[in-house]
């Protein structure tokens, strides 16, 4: 009798657990995409998530400051317009780039934050890769952490999409490489010690440690194309917002992490 | 423009070892770079970060040239009494910065 429960215990067990690895193998089979978080060094993902280790965060902190600061000839912050930022900013950097209301192009999060500077705020805009302005995107990006890249459904954005995709796919510079090359065919390789990661963009803006500080999709776009031996477009290109809504299709549902921290 | 942050725990058992974490912003600029015009852009580092439990040292270090920017400090220290953490960061260029963290003993 007790031999005969025994038996059944396992049974029960058994099933359990091959149900379990099938629904992980699942879950693994239907989304191979993984974020560079997963293949960094354990030491480097506790000082992601550690909000007192995480280098990011000073540029969160700076740019909470900043944030309430008034600015330009209209004298206005952002708080005065926008409110706290944890409700009214909440959900955007996993939407952007998008069109904001009025505008005639799709902008990124930073491009966003300088039309506000120019068009509210009646300041100058904020110099690409600046600390005030990478903290204020650092600062809105912080907000939507741990929910997934949503991009909107605008079909304005569509053929921007579609161009960002042209440029992911085409050979270019001296090497005579394209962004699938390494992100798509041998991700996952090692490329001179390190492993190739897919390029989701989910941590944005970025610590990166090469760096000593924090830097945009921009920048990393830039570090690639240099990489390549290609020639980076100018700061201000459109082609960057292009890669970038095609980069944030590609990974859509993802988490967003930001700031994240990559080596 | 400095910025802080700090990680201690608020509350504490007597006798109990606690660890505290600094992290501050600073270029750490290391004086053998070369700049945009070629000339070596002059050395701005954090030579020293003491920290004090109620005025008592109970942490320093000397910083180098080779530490990277943003130095992250961690280091530990038996609660004896409840009191304040004082840290301070000083360097070159006048630098210097202090934040404090009350710890309660109990």
């Known amino acids: ?25 699942d879950k693994g089979g239907a989304d191979k995409r993984r974020s560079g978080y997963r293949d960094m060094g354990e ?27 008034a600015a330009g000839a209209a004298g206005k912050s952002c708080a005065d317009c926008h409110g706290a930022a944890a409700t009214s900013m909440k959900g955007v950097a996993a939407r952007y780039p998008a069109f904001p209301k009025g505008a005639d192009t799709a902008v990124d999060l930073e491009g966003r934050i300088n039309l506000c500077r120019t068009a509210n705020q009646q300041a100058e805009k904020l ?45 270019q510079g001296q090497l005579n490489l394209s962004c699938v090359i390494c992100h798509d065919d041998n991700a996952g390789k090692k490329l001179a010690g390190v492993t190739i990661p897919q390029a989701h963009p989910t941590g944005y803006p970025i610590y990166r440690l090469e760096w000593q500080t924090l830097g945009s999709l921009k920048r990393r776009l830039r570090n690639c194309l240099v990489g390549i031996r290609a020639e980076a477009y100018a700061y ?12 944030m299709d590609r990974a859509k549902g993802m988490i967003v992490e930001s700031p994240g921290v990559r080596p | 423009m400095a910025d802080v942050l700090v990680n201690a725990p608020k509350t504490a058992k007597r ?59 961690s280091f530990f220290a038996v609660a004896a009494e409840s009191g304040v953490v004082r840290l ?3 360097g070159d260029e006048g630098f210097v910065v202090e934040e404090q963290v009350a710890i309660a003993v109990e």
Do not use: C
């Not at chain 2, 580092?45 to 990277?68: G, K, Q, V, Y």
């Open chain 2, 88 to 90: 301070r960061w000083t």
């Open chain 1, 236 to 247: 201000d290109a459109p082609e960057y917002v292009m890669l970038g809504l095609f980069l």
């Open chain 2, 15 to 73: 006798g109990a070892v606690v660890e505290i974490k600094a992290l501050i912003l600073h270029p750490m600029e290391t004086g053998f770079r070369p700049g945009p015009n070629g000339r070596i852009i002059p050395r701005n580092i954090i030579e020293r970060f003491t920290a004090t439990w109620n005025d008592a040292e109970i942490f320093s270090m000397d910083m180098s040239p080779a530490i990277s920017a943003n130095p992250f400090v």
């Open chain 1, 127 to 171: 110099p690409p890769e600046s600390r005030e302005l990478l903290a204020l995107a650092a600062y809105v990006a912080r907000q939507s952490r741990g929910m997934p890249i949503a991009p909107p459904a605008d079909p304005r954005l569509a053929p921007l999409r579609a161009q960002g995709a042209a440029i992911w796919a085409v050979r």
């Open chain 1, 1 to 25: 009798m007790t031999a005969l429960r025994f038996g059944i215990g396992l049974a029960i067990v058994f099933a359990a657990s091959y149900a379990f690895a099938q629904g992980m193998a």
């Open chain 1, 43 to 69: 030491a480097l993902q506790k000082m992601q998530d550690d909000d007192t280790a995480n280098p990011g965060m000073l540029f969160v902190q700076l740019g909470s400051q900043s944030w309430a600061k």
